[in-house]
C-alpha cells in the first residue's frame, strides 16, 4: 500500500461532477476527473481531485483550471505514474485550496480539464481542519494499517488492495494545512511521520510517531523508509501519559513483537481493543503507563 501516494485533503464543501468529458490540448486528451466518485462531503481548506491523461505526454501535458470562484486557487498538481498506481490511475493528483471566506453564498463552478464542476460551500471565518484516519486489516498476514488518506481509504477492500479489509475502527486527526494558510488556532501543529519496511517479504509494515519517534527511527533503524514527514497532525502527550486539553483523546500504540516474522503496530483509541490486543501476546508502547502513541481531537 505504500506506493499509493495520491494525496487528498478535503473541505467542508460539497462537490458534485456534473459532465465529464474529453479535451484535446493538442495532443493532450483529458478523460475522467474524479473526486470520490464525484461526491464528497469532507472537511479542511484544499481539495485535491485526479485527473485522466487518456492521450499525451505526462511531462508536457497539464490540467488548467478556470473558474467563476474567486476563493478557489489552484495550487498545483503531481503525477501519477508510478506502480501500483499506473495499473489503476494514470494522470495527475490536482491540489485546489479554497480560501475562508465568509460569505454565506458560496455557491460557483469551475472547469477542471473539461471537466465541469460545481461547488458549494457554507461560509466561514475559521474552518475545519479535522480528518479521519481509517483502520484496515489484513487476516492472511495478521496486520493492522490506517491511513488519514482518502484516496487510499478509496482503494483499500478493492483490487488489487482487497486483502486490506475496514476494521470499522477510526479516530479523528488534523489535516496538513497549505503552508501558505494559517494554522487552527485550536489544533496541534505537530506532524505525525510515516514509514514503510518491506525488507520481511511477502510481509510489509507501516509505523507511525511523532517528531521525537521519528528521529530515533532514522537513527537506529536505516531499513525503515520514510514515506511522509506528515501524514496527518496530533497532539502529543503530557510527560505523565495524559492528554492536554486542546487534543484530549488518547490513542493508545500496541506492538505485536515480531509476531509473524514481521513487525506490526496498531494505534487504538479503544481501551478494550487496547486490553483485546494484549491478552492476544501484543505489547504496549508509547507515552506513559498505559502507552500513547499520541493525542487527538474530539469529533466536534
Given at each position: 500500500?505504500?506506493?499509493?501516494?495520491?494525496?487528498?485533503?478535503?473541505?467542508?464543501?460539497?462537490?458534485?461532477?456534473?459532465?465529464?468529458?474529453?479535451?484535446?490540448?493538442?495532443?493532450?486528451?483529458?478523460?475522467?476527473?474524479?473526486?470520490?466518485?464525484?461526491?464528497?462531503?469532507?472537511?479542511?481548506?484544499?481539495?485535491?481531485?485526479?485527473?485522466?491523461?487518456?492521450?499525451?505526454?505526462?511531462?508536457?501535458?497539464?490540467?488548467?483550471?478556470?473558474?467563476?470562484?474567486?476563493?478557489?486557487?489552484?495550487?498545483?498538481?503531481?503525477?501519477?505514474?508510478?506502480?501500483?498506481?499506473?495499473?489503476?490511475?494514470?494522470?495527475?493528483?490536482?491540489?485546489?485550496?479554497?480560501?475562508?471566506?465568509?460569505?454565506?453564498?458560496?455557491?460557483?463552478?469551475?472547469?477542471?480539464?473539461?471537466?465541469?464542476?460545481?461547488?458549494?460551500?457554507?461560509?466561514?471565518?475559521?474552518?475545519?481542519?479535522?480528518?479521519?484516519?481509517?483502520?484496515?486489516?489484513?487476516?492472511?498476514?495478521?496486520?493492522?494499517?490506517?491511513?488519514?488518506?482518502?484516496?487510499?481509504?478509496?482503494?483499500?477492500?478493492?483490487?488489487?488492495?482487497?486483502?486490506?479489509?475496514?476494521?470499522?475502527?477510526?479516530?479523528?486527526?488534523?489535516?496538513?494545512?497549505?503552508?501558505?494558510?494559517?494554522?487552527?488556532?485550536?489544533?496541534?501543529?505537530?506532524?505525525?511521520?510515516?514509514?514503510?519496511?518491506?525488507?520481511?517479504?511477502?510481509?510489509?509494515?507501516?509505523?507511525?510517531?511523532?517528531?521525537?519517534?521519528?528521529d530515533q527511527v532514522t537513527e537506529f533503524f536505516p531499513d525503515w523508509q520514510?514515506?511522509?514527514?506528515?501524514?496527518?497532525?496530533?497532539?502529543?502527550?503530557?510527560?505523565?501519559?495524559?492528554?492536554?486539553?486542546?487534543?484530549?483523546?488518547?490513542?493508545?500504540?500496541?506492538?505485536?513483537?515480531?509476531?509473524?516474522?514481521?513487525?506490526?503496530?496498531?494505534?487504538?483509541?479503544?481501551?478494550?481493543?487496547?486490553?483485546?490486543?494484549?491478552?492476544?501476546?501484543?505489547?504496549?508502547?508509547?507515552?506513559?503507563?498505559?502507552?500513547?502513541?499520541?493525542?487527538?481531537?474530539?469529533?466536534?
Amino acid at each position: 500500500m505504500s506506493n499509493v501516494r495520491v494525496m487528498i485533503w478535503l473541505m467542508a464543501a460539497a462537490i458534485a461532477v456534473v459532465a465529464t468529458c474529453a479535451r484535446a490540448d493538442g495532443t493532450c486528451v483529458y478523460g475522467q476527473v474524479l473526486a470520490d466518485d464525484g461526491n464528497v462531503i469532507a472537511d479542511g481548506t484544499t481539495l485535491t481531485v485526479l485527473v485522466a491523461l487518456t492521450q499525451g505526454d505526462l511531462a508536457t501535458c497539464t490540467p488548467s483550471l478556470t473558474s467563476s470562484v474567486p476563493w478557489i486557487t489552484y495550487f498545483g498538481s503531481v503525477v501519477i505514474d508510478r506502480p501500483p498506481d499506473a495499473f489503476i490511475y494514470h494522470g495527475y493528483s490536482v491540489t485546489l485550496v479554497v480560501a475562508p471566506n465568509p460569505d454565506p453564498a458560496r455557491e460557483g463552478s469551475f472547469q477542471l480539464a473539461g471537466s465541469s464542476i460545481e461547488i458549494s460551500q457554507p461560509g466561514t471565518t475559521q474552518p475545519d481542519y479535522r480528518t479521519t484516519v481509517k483502520e484496515y486489516y489484513h487476516a492472511q498476514w495478521d496486520h493492522y494499517f490506517m491511513t488519514a488518506d482518502p484516496n487510499e481509504q478509496a482503494l483499500l477492500g478493492k483490487p488489487p488492495f482487497e486483502d486490506w479489509q475496514p476494521t470499522g475502527r477510526s479516530f479523528v486527526a488534523y489535516t496538513n494545512f497549505p503552508p501558505q494558510l494559517h494554522s487552527p488556532v485550536d489544533g496541534p501543529e505537530t506532524a505525525v511521520c510515516r514509514f514503510f519496511n518491506d525488507s520481511f517479504a511477502p510481509k510489509s509494515t507501516h509505523f507511525y510517531g511523532l517528531p521525537d519517534v521519528c528521529d530515533q527511527v532514522t537513527e537506529f533503524f536505516p531499513d525503515w523508509q520514510l514515506e511522509s514527514q506528515s501524514a496527518f497532525r496530533m497532539g502529543v502527550p503530557n510527560e505523565d501519559g495524559t492528554c492536554p486539553a486542546s487534543t484530549p483523546v488518547p490513542i493508545y500504540r500496541l506492538y505485536n513483537n515480531g509476531s509473524g516474522g514481521a513487525p506490526n503496530h496498531r494505534f487504538v483509541a479503544s481501551l478494550d481493543d487496547r486490553a483485546a490486543m494484549l491478552a492476544h501476546g501484543w505489547i504496549a508502547e508509547g507515552y506513559g503507563p498505559l502507552g500513547l502513541g499520541f493525542c487527538g481531537p474530539t469529533a466536534q
